[in-house]
């Protein structure tokens, strides 16, 4: 028996009837047509499904679309400007060849997005400390974490002057 849900995504309320085992990277990938969210393991050890979910990272794979019933998401497609304009962290990571084959691309931004939104300035250590739940195929994590540590120096920069 299908449910409804309402479900507000980077933004814009969205509300469908779904079958209760569906999950929400299903429900994003398949109902909404938001590919950005990348299907791993389906474990959630590999990260590659991470969205916000009201504001905290969550495996979308873990997460079926009815318990997200009311929720907040946000994907990688919203961190982006309106214009397309890629944010801060984007250009960074891609400035530092951070993207690499970019399958995990997509969770490793919205790890780092929470991270230098509640720790607009953290270590190389607390980067990579994040960085573990992201499972990076290309083992290349220097780019990354290069990324992540210019975004938060810029910001800095930046509210310093």
Known sequence: MKKKVSIKI???MYEREVEPRLTLV???????DLT???VGCEHGVCGA????INGHSGRSCLT????????????????AAADGELNALQQSLRDNHGLQCGFCT???LISLTELLRDNPDPSEEQVRDVLTGNLCRCTGYAGIVAAA??????????ARS
């Open 36 to 38: 950005g969210t990348h």
């Open 10 to 12: 980077n933004g814009k």
């Open 64 to 79: 079926f679309a009815v318990q997200a019933d009311g929720a907040e998401i946000t994907t990688v497609e919203g961190l």
């Open 49 to 52: 499904c991470t969205v916000l």
């Open 26 to 32: 299903d429900f994003l990938r398949h109902e909404i």
């Open 149 to 158: 540590l210019e975004t938060a120096r810029r910001a800095h920069g930046e």
């Open 106 to 108: 997509p969770g490793v």
